[in-house]
């Protein structure tokens, strides 16, 4: 078969093209670092690397949703020891108004300083993160969840975020606390029922919180204590208000300072000196009070000055009580606290976690698609030499022509 000068030399020019084009595809790759640079170079490796990217992008999103409830619990956290402060020096306040050396003056100014004690408290409730979101709207809604109500003689405050709080899950924590549950649901009184001085009150007599001696003796009705005599000779009457009865065996009962009553489940103590006519109010703590309700009625109780006789024993009682329910709300703020440094210690768990998986996905990426820069370095010098070998051999072979020789 006679093969033609012109097709040799034409089939010569394809192969160096040919060489031509593999070392600029290898050169591409060394600068790109990648060996898969299109799914044409490998299409499995590339559908692999295409599904070990979703997940990395996922393993992203979630670190980026995790620092933002880090961020979102460190700030409530911090809300919440900067409110438990606050209580505490509260609570100092309240211990001092009952100084019985304190005259009218002196509570006003405890008063006026629980007042601007409570305005920081509610701030703090009301406090938002960087994005604006409230750190204790729960599970959402309003973005001032604490709302002051005022007029018509009220001072309360109600919550107008959505009870609730999300639940941490593997790889995501909340980014938001139930401040209802913190600050709006604190037991009132004893938390099983509260004791009440009646306004009308002119002696002494005062009760400190009691306690539940056999909860299965509990009614859960309201009670009244009626006391009746005379000096030295005082007696009391306990009346069930439900049924509207005396309780048996608690009648003409004789009364005297620092005696323990128990009946039906229900056991305190009394001091002072009643005076005839005087009344004791017993309730079941069926709704809880908060912790804005708690600072007001101390607040109120301190500027109780009407010169009665009866005042001195109301405002003891009023902030015993107060005293109590102050620290059972802030023994629930504790435990949001206590929360809120659980949930960040699972975030460092969870950002080791996520890291590691970040490393793992990014590693088995690079095994499908990048390339061994010294090995392709080595295999381009390899093509390179080759190609340069190939054109000095086409040269050579280009002058063997009898055309040389005429």
């Known amino acids: ?197 009646a306004a009308g009150n002119t002696g002494s007599l005062r009760a ?3 306690q539940v001696s056999d909860p299965s003796a509990l009614t859960g009705h309201d009670y009244r204590i009626d006391f009746s005599g005379t000096a030295g000779a005082m007696q009391y009457s306990v009346v069930d208000v439900t049924t509207g009865t005396p309780v048996a065996g608690q009648t003409g009962m004789p009364y005297s300072s620092g005696s323990q009553i128990e ?13 005839a006519g005087d009344q004791l109010d017993i309730t079941p703590s069926n709704a809880p009070t908060d912790m804005f309700k708690v600072m007001q009625d101390a607040i109120d109780t301190l500027r109780l000055d009407n010169g009665s006789s009866g005042d001195a024993a109301q405002r003891t009682h009023n902030l015993g009580r107060a005293l109590t329910e102050l620290d059972a709300g802030h023994e629930r703020m504790l435990m949001a606290r206590a929360q809120a440094g659980e949930w960040l210690n699972r975030a460092d768990s969870m950002d080791n976690m996520l890291g590691n998986r970040e490393a793992d996905h990014t590693i088995e990426n690079s095994r499908l698609v990048d390339i061994d820069l010294v090995k392709a370095y080595s295999e381009f010098k390899t093509m390179e030499v080759g190609a340069q070998a190939a054109l000095q051999s086409y040269a050579s072979i280009q002058k063997l022509s009898l055309f040389q020789y005429l």
């Open 263 to 275: 009946f039906d489940g229900m056991s305190f103590k009394l001091t002072g000196d009643p005076r």
């Open 208 to 210: 400190d919180t009691g």
């Open 1 to 197: 078969m006679r093969v033609a000068t012109a097709h040799a030399y034409d089939t010569t020019i394809a192969q160096l093209t040919k060489r031509q084009a593999e070392m600029a595809a290898q050169q591409e790759r060394i600068s790109s670092g990648k060996q898969v640079l299109r799914a044409s170079d490998d299409p499995v490796a590339a559908a692999l690397s295409e599904a070990v990217q979703t997940r990395l992008s996922r393993v992203q999103t979630d670190q980026r949703a995790l620092e933002s409830s880090r961020t979102s619990i460190q700030q409530a956290e911090s809300a919440l020891g900067e409110a438990g402060d606050l209580v505490q020096r509260v609570r100092e306040l309240i211990i001092a108004g009952g100084n019985a050396g304190y005259g009218p003056t002196e509570r006003q100014a405890l008063a006026k300083e629980i007042e601007g004690l409570r305005e920081q408290l509610f701030a703090a409730a009301n406090r938002q993160n960087s994005t604006g979101q409230s750190l204790f709207g729960g599970l959402g809604g309003s973005p001032t969840p604490f709302v002051q109500e005022f007029g018509s003689g009220s001072n309360e405050v109600r919550f107008d975020g959505q009870r609730g709080q999300k639940a941490a899950g593997d790889n995501q924590l909340p980014n938001a606390m139930d401040g209802e549950a913190i600050w709006m649901r604190i037991p009132a009184g004893n938390g099983t029922f509260s004791i009440d001085l």
